[in-house]
């Protein structure tokens, strides 16, 4: 773990992360090593394992010196647009449906290294892509030396398939449908609201995440820093987060499995009333709050480093959810009903 160590310490050298976040991170690492057993058990280790891969493909430096700044618009005729292949590899990007029957774009450019306007505007078209073929949309800006912040806009449809990859960045999309939808950012927070479609997977390094009024059937949710937040009629959810607060918060009875977990942080989770609940609950050094009405526990255990809640809930109900929930230094709570936490 020392190459995890030091990549975390070079964060906080280079002020992405807070030197409270990187104690928080450097402590989740040291228990990551400490608990090896029980972390292969709950597959929090390889969790982890992948997590720092995130990490250590960040591009910590993006200090380019002087650059040539301008906006510029480009749009398609969108055509049989069904799928959407995103990548950015510094700046943001918004997705917007709109009612017009044609795809655009607004950029807003810094190109480093280059001396004029005329420079800059060849080098931005040269190195970028923004194509639409066989019903694919490709926007793509590779290099690191240009800095693009993206609003996109697509026609109001069902979409099959949509990828974003960005590198340094946030990455924010709302009121859309599509089948499938993967989201990937190594220093960057994703906003997603309003997103409809079969299934969903997010992944960040360095970064909130977001998800608000989604309908999935399946939903996985990875971060290494960065709060988790899930809203939402959702079938089959996932949560996991090295450094952070994992809030899940289900909508309706569409609901039947959830797993969430973080190492230095909190898990708060409102199942849904009308299920026949089944949960165990974990927490090494945090509080366990079960508050279910009428629940039965199974089996409780109260020890230092191993606290463990099993109950059962409704079980006159034939329609079940099932719940796994674990904070390594942090509290575990559980509650039902549709109301937020204080």
Same mark, same amino acid.
């Given at each position: 773990?020392?190459?995890?160590?030091?990549?975390?310490?070079?964060?906080?050298? @280079?002020? &992405?992360?807070?030197?409270?976040?990187?104690?928080?991170?450097?402590?989740?690492?040291?228990?990551?090593?400490?608990? #090896?057993?029980?972390?292969?058990? +709950?597959?929090?280790?390889?969790?982890?394992?992948?997590?720092?891969?995130?990490?250590?493909?960040?591009?910590?430096?993006?200090?380019?010196? @002087?650059?040539?700044?301008?906006?510029?618009? &480009?749009?398609?005729?969108?055509? %049989?647009?069904?799928?959407?292949?995103?990548?950015?590899?510094?700046?943001?990007?918004?997705?917007?449906?709109?009612?017009?029957?044609?795809?655009? /774009?607004? +950029?807003?450019?810094?190109?480093?290294?280059?001396?004029?306007?005329?420079?800059?505007?060849?080098?931005?078209?040269?190195?970028?892509?923004?194509?639409?073929?066989?019903?694919?949309?490709?926007?793509?800006?590779?290099?690191?030396?240009?800095?693009?912040?993206?609003?996109?806009?697509?026609?109001?449809?069902?979409?099959?398939? &949509?990828?974003?990859?960005?590198?340094?960045?946030?990455?924010?999309?709302?009121?859309?449908?599509?089948?499938?939808?993967?989201?990937?950012?190594?220093?960057?927070?994703?906003?997603?609201?309003?997103?409809?479609?079969?299934? $969903?997977?997010?992944?960040?390094?360095?970064?909130?995440?977001?998800?608000?009024?989604?309908?999935?059937?399946? $939903?996985?949710?990875?971060?290494?820093?960065?709060?988790?937040?899930?809203?939402?009629?959702?079938?089959?959810?996932?949560?996991?987060?090295?450094?952070?607060?994992?809030?899940?918060?289900? &909508?309706?009875?569409?609901? +039947?499995?959830?797993? +969430?977990?973080?190492?230095?942080?909190?898990?708060?989770? #409102?199942?849904?009333?009308?299920?026949?609940?089944?949960?165990?609950?974990?927490?090494?050094?945090?509080?366990?709050? $079960?508050?279910?009405?009428?629940?039965?526990?199974?089996?409780?255990?109260?020890?230092?480093?191993?606290?463990?809640?099993?109950?059962?809930?409704?079980? %006159?109900?034939?329609?079940?959810?099932?719940?796994? /929930? %674990?904070?390594?230094?942090?509290?575990?709570?559980?509650?039902?009903? %549709?109301?937020?936490?204080?």
């Amino acid at each position: 773990m020392d190459q995890e160590r030091m990549k975390i310490l070079k964060m906080i050298e @280079e002020g &992405i992360i807070t030197a409270e976040e990187g104690a928080e991170l450097l402590k989740a690492n040291s228990e990551a090593q400490s608990h #090896t057993k029980t972390s292969s058990t +709950y597959g929090l280790r390889n969790f982890f394992d992948d997590a720092v891969e995130k990490i250590k493909n960040v591009d910590l430096d993006f200090k380019f010196g @002087e650059f040539v700044e301008f906006d510029e618009q &480009i749009s398609l005729d969108a055509g %049989e647009l069904k799928d959407m292949d995103l990548w950015i590899a510094n700046g943001s990007m918004k997705v917007r449906s709109t009612e017009k029957d044609y795809v655009y /774009a607004n +950029y807003h450019v810094k190109v480093y290294q280059v001396q004029t306007e005329k420079e800059a505007r060849d080098r931005f078209r040269d190195d970028g892509q923004f194509t639409l073929e066989s019903g694919l949309l490709r926007v793509a800006s590779p290099s690191k030396q240009v800095k693009v912040d993206v609003e996109l806009f697509v026609p109001d449809q069902s979409y099959e398939f &949509i990828k974003a990859q960005l590198t340094n960045g946030h990455f924010d999309l709302s009121s859309m449908r599509s089948d499938h939808l993967q989201v990937k950012t190594s220093n960057g927070k994703v906003q997603l609201d309003d997103i409809r479609g079969e299934s $969903c997977k997010v992944e960040t390094g360095h970064g909130a995440v977001s998800l608000l009024k989604a309908d999935f059937e399946t $939903c996985k949710v990875e971060t290494v820093h960065g709060e988790i937040t899930i809203e939402g009629s959702i079938g089959k959810s996932e949560a996991n987060a090295i450094s952070g607060l994992v809030t899940v918060r289900h &909508i309706g009875d569409r609901a +039947y499995q959830g797993t +969430y977990k973080t190492s230095t942080g909190q898990v708060q989770v #409102t199942v849904p009333k009308n299920k026949r609940l089944s949960g165990i609950l974990r927490s090494h050094l945090g509080q366990i709050n $079960c508050r279910v009405p009428d629940k039965t526990i199974i089996r409780r255990r109260d020890e230092f480093m191993n606290k463990v809640i099993e109950f059962e809930a409704n079980t %006159e109900l034939s329609s079940r959810f099932s719940l796994e /929930a %674990e904070a390594k230094t942090g509290a575990v709570t559980v509650q039902t009903g %549709e109301k937020h936490f204080d």
